[in-house]
């Protein structure tokens, strides 16, 4: 069978165990009745657990490259943080056309710096990446100026956690990057190391699509995953959301990088920004929806001071996360002085898209 997450493994034998101990000698492999997915995610499902684990069916390629599951199970991260699919709600399935990547993908006319221009600390001793003297945190800020680390996080029981005073900035992260002479014991590596909680990707049944939960308990400042997409210029971003049939509706998957936007006076390249487009290929944190009383929070991560430009958004829990809850977060990040005077406007009302997050705090509309 090869390559099957635990899940997998654990949806079929709780569906066996369901179906109870038929005597029938079976010759063509019963469908799976998975409890958790409606029927034709059952379908794909079960394509892929019954075909994509054998290597020696090349004309079964495309069909593999195109299985969501097949696309979960083949992160570094499947293993020890796996995500999971379900829909007991409603005959939706993912979009046939998305495609999960682990990574962002350039698109076209956006280069990334080569290799032989990225630099790193030459820190001999890994805990030395938590002090001032570490290259790696030249540009950070320091919030509190007592403390002799100025590393952003904290170390609790062997794990890294970004610490209280930053939770609450909008504060860029620096960390040590593969060039580094520091090694995988380093403590400034946490995005670096990607995903290390369960995430299941499951049909909300209040209407507001498709949400993202946490499997196990997550503690406030834990690292959580990155915003992953297609990398696209300014030009194809407008292109995009003209082609899109509702714009509005499209800004709910584009971000821009525009976090050292302001520092372009110093690298002239700076001020042209670039955009990550999740709509079609992109991480399971892509359907994280909004609230406007969130439990995480997105901040710019930079692991080499050349990638700038193409910063990463790494979400972090701004509080402590039962399993089991729905992630969130602020997809304007508060920033509604504008919508307060256009909600006002009762013409523009009528053209703002309605909030649906349902917290006693909602502004009523998103945009
Ligand atoms: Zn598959
Ligand atoms: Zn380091
Ligand atoms: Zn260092
Ligand atoms: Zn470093």
């Given at each position: 069978m090869g390559k099957v997450t635990r899940q997998v493994q654990e949806a079929s034998s709780k569906s066996a165990a369901a179906?109870?101990?038929?005597?029938?000698?079976?010759?063509?492999?019963?469908?799976?009745?998975?409890?958790?997915?409606?029927?034709?995610?059952?379908?794909?499902?079960?394509?892929?657990?019954?075909?994509?684990?054998?290597?020696?069916?090349?004309?079964?390629?495309?069909?593999?490259?195109?299985?969501?599951?097949?696309?979960?199970?083949?992160?570094?991260?499947?293993?020890?943080?796996?995500?999971?699919?379900?829909?007991?709600?409603?005959?939706?399935?993912?979009?046939?056309?998305?495609?999960?990547?682990?990574?962002?993908?350039?698109?076209?006319?956006?280069?990334?710096?080569?290799?032989?221009?990225?630099?790193?600390?030459?820190?001999?001793?890994?805990?030395?990446?938590?002090?001032?003297?570490?290259?790696?945190?030249?540009?950070?800020?320091?919030?509190?100026?007592?403390?002799?680390?100025?590393?952003?996080?904290?170390?609790?029981?062997?794990?890294?956690?970004?610490?209280?005073?930053?939770?609450?900035?909008?504060?860029?992260?620096?960390?040590?990057?593969?060039?580094?002479?520091?090694?995988?014991?380093?403590?400034?590596?946490?995005?670096?190391?990607?995903?290390?909680?369960?995430?299941?990707?499951?049909?909300?049944?209040?209407?507001?699509?498709?949400?993202?939960?946490?499997?196990?308990?997550?503690?406030?400042?834990?690292?959580?995953?990155?915003?992953?997409?297609?990398?696209?210029?300014?030009?194809?971003?407008?292109?995009?959301?003209?082609?899109?049939?509702?714009?509005?509706?499209?800004?709910?998957?584009?971000?821009?990088?525009?976090?050292?936007?302001?520092?372009?006076?110093?690298?002239?390249?700076?001020?042209?920004?670039?955009?990550?487009?999740?709509?079609?290929?992109?991480?399971?944190?892509?359907?994280?929806?909004?609230?406007?009383?969130?439990?995480?929070?997105?901040?710019?991560?930079?692991?080499?001071?050349?990638?700038?430009?193409?910063?990463?958004?790494?979400?972090?829990?701004?509080?402590?996360?039962?399993?089991?809850?729905?992630?969130?977060?602020?997809?304007?990040?508060?920033?509604?002085?504008?919508?307060?005077?256009?909600?006002?406007?009762?013409?523009?009302?009528?053209?703002?898209?309605?909030?649906?997050?349902?917290?006693?705090?909602?502004?009523?509309?998103?945009?």
């Amino acid at each position: 069978m090869g390559k099957v997450t635990r899940q997998v493994q654990e949806a079929s034998s709780k569906s066996a165990a369901a179906k109870g101990s038929s005597s029938k000698s079976v010759t063509v492999p019963p469908p799976l009745a998975v409890p958790h997915i409606n029927i034709e995610m059952r379908e794909r499902f079960h394509r892929h657990f019954y075909f994509h684990g054998k290597d020696n069916q090349p004309e079964l390629e495309a069909e593999r490259k195109a299985c969501h599951w097949c696309q979960i199970i083949s992160f570094t991260t499947a293993k020890l943080a796996p995500i999971s699919i379900v829909n007991p709600v409603d005959d939706e399935c993912l979009p046939k056309d998305f495609v999960f990547i682990q990574h962002c993908v350039p698109g076209e006319g956006i280069y990334l710096p080569d290799a032989e221009f990225l630099s790193g600390c030459d820190c001999k001793k890994t805990s030395s990446c938590k002090y001032a003297k570490c290259h790696c945190l030249q540009d950070m800020t320091i919030l509190d100026k007592r403390r002799p680390e100025v590393y952003v996080y904290k170390s609790v029981n062997g794990g890294e956690y970004l610490r209280e005073e930053y939770l609450d900035t909008r504060e860029p992260i620096y960390e040590c990057n593969s060039k580094c002479s520091c090694d995988d014991g380093c403590p400034n590596r946490v995005v670096e190391k990607g995903r290390t909680v369960p995430l299941q990707v499951f049909r909300t049944s209040d209407n507001r699509g498709w949400g993202v939960r946490c499997l196990r308990d997550v503690k406030k400042g834990q690292f959580i995953d990155r915003y992953v997409g297609e990398l696209i210029t300014t030009e194809e971003t407008e292109m995009r959301r003209q082609q899109s049939v509702i714009s509005q509706k499209k800004d709910v998957y584009l971000f821009e990088l525009d976090k050292f936007k302001g520092d372009s006076d110093r690298d002239p390249s700076l001020a042209n920004t670039v955009f990550v487009d999740g709509e079609f290929k992109s991480g399971p944190s892509r359907f994280i929806n909004h609230s406007c009383d969130p439990n995480l929070r997105i901040f710019a991560r930079v692991s080499d001071h050349a990638l700038k430009r193409f910063h990463d958004l790494a979400f972090f829990a701004i509080k402590d996360i039962p399993a089991n809850t729905e992630l969130t977060f602020d997809y304007v990040d508060g920033e509604d002085e504008k919508l307060e005077e256009e909600k006002k406007d009762p013409g523009h009302r009528k053209e703002m898209t309605r909030c649906l997050c349902k917290a006693k705090n909602c502004r009523g509309y998103l945009w």
